[in-house]
């Protein structure tokens, strides 16, 4: 079976600071991880992805995330977080032969101006 | 282009009650999925359809729920009679043809907040 945890309810940053949302995974098999990001009263957004390559992936609005296969974890990170980043955060896994995605519970990520 | 749409946005109805959820995926994408996310908790996988049949359906909680994609179009989940347990936010999402779907990132609606009371 695969799984998400995403250890951390609430991540609080100050506006212009590093971001970083945890993510870790268990899977069978070769991971394909995702990055989505729910606005308020919005549908869940793709960020950014894991398929193959290199370990470090950049995404929309200034996002990346490194795979780290050693930890099986999938971080998210922002050098320097904007108020309007505040939204709740889901890292999402697959592998092959399943299409479905196993998510994480979410981090609610609260960027204080 | 537009992008995955579900109506209606909000639903409160009495338990025992029937509601149907819609959900119009991106134009040409075989795949749609549904989820659902109750309070606080993961989003969990329901069903996965391609085109118009059901691929996996694993995740359905139980016989009250009933989806559909007639056509291969639009997809309805109908849950029927509402327990106050099924309460939660129920996603759409699309993803591209069957050839390309393990790389291919899925598109989510907005969600319907069902509320049984």
């Known amino acids: 079976a695969q799984s998400v945890a995403q250890p951390e309810d609430q991540v609080n940053v100050a506006e212009g600071n590093p971001l970083t949302v945890k993510c870790t995974y268990s899977v069978s098999g070769n991971p394909y991880l995702f990055w989505y990001v729910q606005y308020p009263n919005r549908g869940l957004q793709f960020l950014l992805k894991y398929i193959t390559g290199d370990n470090l992936v950049k995404g929309s609005y200034g996002f990346e995330a490194e795979f780290n296969k050693s930890q099986t974890s999938f971080h998210l990170k922002k050098p320097s977080a904007l108020v309007s980043d505040s939204a709740l955060y889901f890292c999402?896994?697959?592998?092959?032969?399943?299409?479905?995605?196993?998510f994480g519970k979410g981090n609610q990520v609260v960027v204080i101006p | 282009e537009a992008g995955v749409t579900q109506f209606p946005s909000h639903s409160v109805i009495e338990k025992g009650q029937t509601v149907t959820l819609r959900c119009d995926p991106i134009?040409?994408?075989?795949?749609l999925y549904w989820y659902r996310r109750v309070m606080g908790k993961e989003i969990k996988f329901l069903l996965h359809?391609?085109?118009?049949?059901?691929?996996?359906e694993s995740g359905m909680p139980n016989n009250r729920f009933l989806a559909e994609r007639t056509g291969g179009t639009y997809s309805t989940l109908k849950v029927q009679p509402a327990e106050l347990e099924d309460s939660g936010v129920y996603f759409c999402?699309?993803?591209?043809?069957?050839?390309?779907?393990?790389?291919?990132?899925?598109?989510f609606g907005q969600g319907t907040r069902l509320t049984v009371v």
């Open positions: 359809f391609v085109k118009e049949s059901k691929q996996d």
């Open positions: 134009s040409g994408h075989d795949n």
């Open positions: 999402a699309s993803s591209q043809k069957v050839g390309q779907t393990m790389n291919t990132e899925a598109f």
């Open positions: 999402a896994v697959r592998v092959y032969g399943n299409n479905r995605l196993a």
